[in-house]
């Protein structure tokens, strides 16, 4: 549909225009000079090594995009950016955490082996068991924290809910390190889906090995996605979702009742958010307090970089994310310390030049 | 009545959640060395082999258990009413705790090691919390201490809560304020054009003779508080008066601390400058490194800015930690030996006279602050704050102003840093972090946004309220979340907010929709 634009806010070309064209040209010819360079003057890896960033970078970025839609979940319907989101991921990564380790204590003796346990017994049951634990705890943290932090604050000033948010972020973060302590903890996985084996996929002279967990969370985010859209699209709820999202009064009007679906939501991006962090610590393997903060932050990079909102957006652009956070360093020849500033550098730069994303609606000025 | 049982049971369970929240991070422990410090009940002999520790503990879950029963009884009407909403409270509340003491007990008698996974459930700390009782004996005690309280919150709840006691306590104290008002030379007193300046006089003699009757430790936590303050008022222009949320003022903090050292210090560059030449050059880049991160984000606000300004903060983090600047900034180890401030010799060495230049410093920001926040710029800042596109349309270059808000910001922030590494001779990645940001929004926040008292009474509240209570210090950052929390909740505009700003958060703005128009997902 064409959009009526009055002739009076046609804004002229300004040099902040200019100055953005002329900065993304020279950005756009240094990274395909660079491209030139690794991949065909003098290439520094082999295409081995490239399908090992790929397989990882897509694994990285089905767990961003998850994420990143329960951002743009929340941020389609209440305008704020949720900044404890992340805090929920790590809620949710330590409830699968402790379902393994309690799981490899309860005794399930097999003719085979009589010391079996039953999370090696019973691998598929202690994955689903740990999905489920990790899912409801994140789910329920997400229900609460708007309960008791968001609620109150609909009709305040923006910044208010913001510093809330903030504020239940560091919470959450702190409150984990007093009760679960401070040191970085193994994920225990089934030894079935032992980190770091899997498939071998012979590329060249070498292999690449496609891991168990990798597949497990790239197809599972997946079809948590799929179910997520047609979520949306298809149920009763989903339409109600979207007409919240559209205007709340006459959503309210029309019979929808507007704080509980505003639950749901919450308990909808908590639940994403628990599944990313089990899977998380499944493929990672690392869970400790402070876990959820750069995937919360890189998740937000990819709902901005999609369009916030745009939950399709979302996805595209955790996977986006993901790809550059493996390949940004080898391709723009920096030090691989520096991954996080590039996905930093991501942020800050589609928010001042892009804050509609690349597949965003426009934003009046009033919510950019 | 079944409004209140309703009401009950939901106190019951939040609070239920709460005391176990607070057990399983271990602060019914610290509760009772608190209350052990202020009770001084060496001599107290209580029965039922309790130790003065676990009376000091069941005082602290009693208190908690009033609570609930006066939260519960909040929307009573009638005595009956408060006694089922404080009971039904007690009930949900001792319920659940005594549970929990019962199971902790049992696996702490079966000699289950629960501090691998729940850090804080120390031995110790699980013994003070079963009472050293059998399991069923501490679930018991605990079930009759909390529903007794609640039952007394909900009485207690009931009758204070009445509006005619209210309306009483209320005219009580205005009669008394009057009286002591009226107190001739009280009010000849008040009402002379002296006592304002005589005050602030006054406060500064306090100022600058307390340094020399304190010890060392006191003296340096001064000064932090003191630099807090520096960076509070600092960050009070951007989000106070500005309205622009920036969670990225660390990194001018960085960029002050890292001018003086590099310059000062005799490694990694050994320009060995001195401490005077590097200030006014610290607090300059400071300021320069505004107006560069003000420039792309000018056209942002709220959330985005936020979200940016946490990202430059990061950046500047990770670029300081990682190896590629190793050499130019010392890398993850920092910067040692960094130079102080010597002025005829050896005159701001120790401890105390650091503190008067900080206090000096403080001064200065402040009279800088009062003097912008009732000029012309102050002015179109509060007015930016409130609508920026009204105060574009009164002819408010926004863009400028913005800047300079930034600008400024930065340059106190800068001299905090300048400060702050000098002191501690010492500065590197780690003092850095996003906490810093964090603590410094905190001070603003609750003392009141836009309002110079304010973020002196934040500063003192957060960073120097914790140095007393010792106990407290595995609590504080937590705290410190959840007091954002509460703080917006309860009581957004600060403990000492500016007479504007108070208005504005308890008035509807009216330029601000319920909801915005138009979104989609």
């Known amino acids: 549909?064409?959009?009526?634009?009055?002739?009076?806010?046609?804004?002229?070309?300004?040099?902040?225009?200019?100055?953005?064209?002329?900065?993304?040209?020279?950005?756009?010819?240094?990274?395909?000079?660079?491209?030139?360079?690794?991949?065909?003057?003098?290439?520094?890896?082999g295409p081995d090594t490239w399908a090992r960033f790929a397989i990882s970078g897509i694994v990285l970025g089905s767990v961003y995009a998850l994420i990143a839609i329960g951002y743009t979940l929340v941020y389609g319907i209440l305008f704020m950016i949720?900044?404890?989101?992340?805090?929920?991921?790590?809620?949710?990564?330590?409830?699968?955490?402790?379902?393994?380790?309690?799981?490899?204590?309860?005794?399930?003796?097999?003719?085979?082996?009589?010391?079996?346990?039953?999370?090696?017994?019973?691998?598929?049951?202690?994955?689903?068991?740990?999905?489920?634990?990790?899912?409801?705890?994140?789910?329920?943290?997400?229900?609460?924290?708007?309960?008791?932090?968001y609620r109150p604050l609909r009709n305040a000033p923006r910044l208010v809910p913001l510093i809330s948010a903030i504020g239940a972020s560091i919470f959450l973060q702190n409150a984990a390190q007093l009760l679960f302590g401070a040191q970085r903890r193994d994920y225990t996985n089934p030894?079935?889906?032992?980190?770091?084996?899997?498939?071998?996929?012979?590329?060249?002279?070498?292999?690449?090995?496609?891991?168990?967990?990798?597949?497990?969370?790239?197809?599972?985010?997946?079809?948590?996605?799929?179910?997520?859209?047609?979520?949306?699209?298809?149920?009763?709820?989903?339409?109600?979702?979207?007409?919240?999202a559209e205007n709340k009064s006459t959503a309210a009007l029309m019979g929808i009742n507007v704080d509980r679906v505003i639950s749901q939501t919450f308990i909808i991006s908590g639940a994403l958010a628990g599944a990313a962090g089990v899977m998380w610590g499944i493929h990672l393997g690392l869970v400790f307090h402070f876990v959820g903060f750069l995937p919360g932050i890189k998740a937000f990079t990819s709902a901005v970089l999609g369009g916030i909102g745009n939950i399709p957006g979302a996805m595209l652009g955790g996977l986006f994310l993901g790809m550059v956070?493996?390949?940004?360093?080898?391709?723009?020849?920096?030090?691989?310390?520096?991954?996080?500033?590039?996905?930093?550098?991501?942020?800050?730069?589609?928010?001042?030049?892009?804050p509609t994303g690349i597949l965003g609606e426009v934003l009046s000025e009033e919510k950019a | 009545?079944?409004?209140?049982?309703?009401?009950?049971?939901?106190?019951?369970?939040?609070?239920?959640?709460?005391?176990?929240?607070?057990?399983?991070?271990?602060?019914?422990?610290?509760?009772?060395?608190?209350?052990?410090?202020?009770?001084?009940?060496?001599?107290?002999?209580?029965?039922?082999?309790?130790?003065?520790?676990?009376?000091?503990?069941?005082?602290f879950l009693g208190l908690l258990g009033i609570w609930a029963g006066a939260r519960a009884a909040r929307a009573a009407r009638a005595p009956g009413e408060a006694l089922a909403a404080g009971i039904a409270a007690g009930l949900v509340h001792g319920l659940g705790v005594g549970g929990l003491a019962w199971l902790v007990g049992t696996l702490h008698e079966s000699k289950v090691r629960m501090s691998t996974y729940l850090a804080q459930l120390l031995p110790e700390t699980i013994q003070l919390f079963v009472?050293?009782?059998?399991?069923?004996?501490?679930?018991?005690?605990?079930?009759?201490?909390?529903?007794?309280?609640?039952?007394?919150?909900?009485?207690?709840?009931?009758?204070?809560?009445?509006?005619?006691?209210?309306?009483?306590?209320?005219?009580?104290?205005?009669?008394?304020?009057?009286?002591?008002?009226?107190?001739?030379?009280?009010?000849?007193?008040?009402?002379?054009?002296?006592?304002?300046?005589s005050l602030a006089v006054l406060g500064i003699i306090v100022l600058f003779t307390l340094p020399l009757r304190l010890d060392q430790y006191w003296n340096y936590t001064l000064g932090t508080v003191g630099i807090y303050v520096l960076l509070g008022l600092g960050l009070n222009i951007v989000v106070g008066l500005a309205g622009l949320l920036d969670l990225g003022y660390v990194a001018f903090f960085a960029v002050g601390a890292y001018t003086v050292a590099l310059l000062t210090a005799p490694a990694p560059h050994k320009l060995l400058w001195?401490?005077?030449?590097?200030?006014?050059?610290?607090?300059?880049?400071?300021?320069?490194?505004?107006?560069?991160?003000?420039?792309?984000?000018?056209?942002?606000?709220?959330?985005?800015?936020?979200?940016?300004?946490?990202?430059?903060?990061?950046?500047?983090?990770?670029?300081?930690?990682?190896?590629?600047?190793?050499?130019?900034?010392?890398?993850?180890?920092?910067?040692l030996n960094i130079g102080g401030p010597q002025f005829m010799p050896r005159l701001f060495s120790n401890e105390i006279n650091f503190l008067y230049l900080i206090l000096l410093c403080v001064f200065l920001a402040i009279f800088i602050t009062v003097r912008l926040q009732h000029s012309r710029i102050?002015?179109?800042?509060?007015?930016?704050?409130?609508?920026?596109?009204?105060?574009?349309?009164?002819?408010?270059?926004?863009?400028?102003?913005?800047?300079?808000?930034?600008?400024?910001?930065?340059?106190?922030?800068?001299?905090?840093?300048?400060?702050?590494?000098?002191?501690?001779?010492?500065?590197?990645?780690?003092?850095?972090?996003?906490?810093?940001?964090?603590?410094?929004?905190?001070?603003?926040?609750?003392?009141?946004?836009?309002?110079?008292?304010?973020?002196?009474?934040?500063?003192?509240?957060?960073?120097?309220?914790?140095?007393?209570?010792?106990?407290?210090?595995?609590?504080?950052?937590?705290?410190?979340?959840?007091?954002?929390?509460?703080?917006?909740?309860?009581?957004?505009?600060?403990?000492?907010?500016?007479?504007?700003?108070?208005?504005?958060?308890?008035?509807?703005d009216p330029n601000q929709p319920d909801e915005p128009i138009r979104g989609r997902l």
Not at chain 1, 17 to 26: D, N
Not at chain 1, 211 to 228: A, E, K, R
Not at chain 2, 173 to 181: K, T
């Open chain 1, 1 to 45: 549909m064409k959009k009526f634009v009055p002739y009076l806010t046609q804004k002229p070309i300004s040099t902040y225009h200019i100055i953005q064209i002329v900065l993304g040209i020279i950005f756009s010819v240094y990274l395909l000079w660079r491209l030139y360079q690794v991949f065909i003057a003098n290439p520094t890896y």
């Open chain 2, 274 to 335: 001195s401490f005077w030449v590097a200030l006014p050059i610290g607090v300059l880049l400071a300021a320069l490194a505004g107006v560069l991160l003000g420039i792309p984000v000018l056209r942002m606000r709220g959330d985005y800015l936020a979200i940016v300004t946490l990202g430059f903060g990061e950046i500047i983090r990770i670029l300081s930690r990682s190896d590629i600047l190793t050499g130019f900034t010392g890398g993850p180890k920092g910067v």
């Open chain 1, 82 to 149: 949720n900044f404890a989101h992340g805090d929920v991921m790590m809620i949710g990564a330590f409830g699968g955490y402790f379902v393994f380790e309690a799981l490899s204590f309860v005794p399930s003796p097999t003719p085979a082996n009589p010391e079996e346990v039953f999370l090696n017994a019973h691998p598929i049951i202690s994955v689903i068991l740990a999905f489920a634990v990790g899912v409801s705890v994140s789910a329920l943290s997400g229900y609460l924290l708007e309960r008791v932090a």
């Open chain 1, 191 to 244: 030894e079935q889906i032992t980190r770091g084996q899997g498939w071998g996929i012979p590329i060249g002279e070498s292999t690449v090995i496609l891991t168990y967990t990798g597949v497990l969370t790239f197809v599972l985010s997946i079809l948590i996605m799929l179910g997520l859209y047609l979520l949306v699209k298809r149920t009763r709820l989903g339409r109600a979702m979207r007409a919240v």
């Open chain 2, 378 to 508: 102050g002015r179109a800042w509060e007015a930016m704050r409130e609508d920026e596109t009204v105060a574009g349309a009164m002819g408010i270059n926004t863009l400028q102003y913005k800047l300079l808000a930034f600008a400024i910001g930065a340059a106190f922030a800068g001299l905090g840093g300048v400060l702050f590494a000098s002191r501690n001779q010492f500065t590197g990645p780690e003092d850095h972090n996003l906490m810093v940001s964090i603590n410094v929004l905190a001070v603003v926040i609750v003392g009141g946004m836009g309002s110079i008292p304010g973020v002196i009474a934040g500063a003192f509240v957060l960073k120097g309220l914790p140095e007393v209570l010792r106990e407290m210090e595995d609590y504080r950052i937590v705290l410190f979340g959840a007091l954002l929390v509460i703080m917006m909740l309860i009581r957004p505009e600060g403990l000492l907010p500016s007479s504007r700003r108070k208005l504005e958060v308890h008035q509807q």
């Open chain 1, 325 to 354: 956070e493996t390949t940004g360093p080898a391709i723009l020849g920096i030090d691989f310390q520096l991954k996080d500033v590039i996905a930093f550098s991501i942020l800050v730069l589609v928010l001042i030049f892009r």
């Open chain 2, 1 to 59: 009545m079944k409004t209140q049982l309703r009401n009950g049971l939901q106190t019951g369970l939040a609070f239920w959640l709460i005391s176990a929240f607070l057990f399983l991070i271990g602060f019914t422990d610290t509760a009772a060395v608190l209350f052990g410090d202020i009770i001084h009940d060496e001599d107290l002999r209580p029965g039922f082999g309790l130790t003065t520790g676990m009376v000091n503990m069941l005082f």
């Open chain 2, 131 to 197: 009472l050293e009782k059998a399991p069923a004996e501490a679930a018991a005690w605990h079930f009759v201490l909390l529903l007794a309280t609640g039952f007394a919150g909900g009485l207690l709840g009931f009758f204070l809560g009445r509006p005619g006691w209210r309306e009483a306590i209320a005219a009580g104290w205005r009669q008394l304020s009057s009286h002591a008002g009226s107190l001739s030379t009280l009010q000849r007193i008040r009402a002379s054009r002296a006592f304002g300046p």
